[in-house]
């Protein structure tokens, strides 16, 4: 059974993709750390990072019953995210290397068989957070900054392993959905093996670029 992931900016649709996705093909849909667990006052140091582990440990669980899982928002999030704003407030490269690595090899975690990397301009997201009355988006602006490191991030990623990433331009749900299923019959379920080696070459590519 395939584990994917949803990602990109802010207002590009991933969330009611996935939404859809559950309603018409019964996957099931993780959702994003700060939509599925409450922030504790006193935030340990570690706290968001094991909460990951703990979102690809509901994604292998149900994996067993469920032909398609999709994570929305990446595991891995803290590495490009801290990246991109060049750790300013955030943990540094030798503190995610130290908590992921051997959790990796431990088998606590890995990265998804297929990420779809949703885009979108500008003026489409903006509208879109506008016409948006559910969900707040604080940080919307901010969050804008990141999209192209988070590219050059993925670029890499397909680079290292080429059949784990797939960019999509979200126009409209239904044509992300058929793209995706389209991109869904020739997935590799890829093992925690993997991980590991593409997690050390991510690594070093990170310790070598700016954002």
């Keep these: 059974m395939s584990i ?3 990602e990109g900016a802010s207002a590009v649709g991933k969330t009611t993709t996935a939404a859809r996705f559950s ?18 006052k006193n935030e340990p140091a570690d706290w968001y990072f094991e909460r990951q582990v703990e979102r690809w ?14 994570l929305d928002g990446d595991p891995f999030q803290p590495l490009w995210y801290c990246w ?4 300013v407030g955030w943990q540094n490269l030798d503190f995610m290397e130290q908590f992921y690595k051997p959790r990796i090899q431990n088998k606590a975690i890995a990265f998804p068989d297929l990420y779809f990397i949703f ?4 003026d489409k997201l903006r509208k879109r957070k506008q016409n948006d009355s559910i969900r707040q988006r604080r940080g919307f602006e901010t969050h804008l ?17 080429p059949n784990r990433v797939s960019f999509l331009r979200a126009e409209t749900i239904e044509t992300n959905m058929e793209f995706i299923q389209k991109s869904l019959t020739g997935v590799i379920k890829n093992n925690e093996a993997e991980s590991d080696k593409l ?13």
């Design 4 to 6: 994917i992931c949803f």
């Design 23 to 40: 309603s018409t093909y019964g996957a099931f849909v993780v959702p994003e750390v700060n939509q599925l667990f409450d922030r504790p």
């Design 57 to 70: 440990s509901i994604a292998q669980e149900q994996s067993k019953f469920h032909s398609l899982v999709i």
């Design 84 to 87: 991109a704003y060049d750790f």
């Design 119 to 122: 885009s979108a301009t500008e």
């Design 145 to 161: 900054k990141m999209i192209e490191p988070q590219r050059r991030y993925f670029e890499n990623l397909k680079m290292f392993s």
């Design 199 to 211: 997690f050390d070459k991510i690594m070093e590519w990170l310790r070598k670029m700016k954002a």
